[in-house]
């Protein structure tokens, strides 16, 4: 899990921000990792199901 700071994003670009960014925390991405071992490698490659996980919110 891996998150961004809007600022922060803004003032490290070569080019800045047009608007003023929100100062608020995003989420970055989500990576496969084992605490105990290796990171996961070669995951099967299978589409989201939209029916099958409509418990989980995107936008």
Not at 39 to 55: A, L, V, Y
Request: hydrophobic content about 20%.
């Amino acid at each position: 899990f891996t998150q961004q700071y809007q600022p922060a994003v803004c003032n490290s670009n070569p080019t800045p921000c047009n608007d003023p960014p929100e100062k608020l925390f995003t989420v970055h991405g989500l990576w496969p990792s084992n605490k105990n071992g290796p990171d996961p490698e070669k995951c099967k490659n299978i589409q989201m199901n939209s029916q099958k996980d409509r418990n989980m919110n995107v936008w």
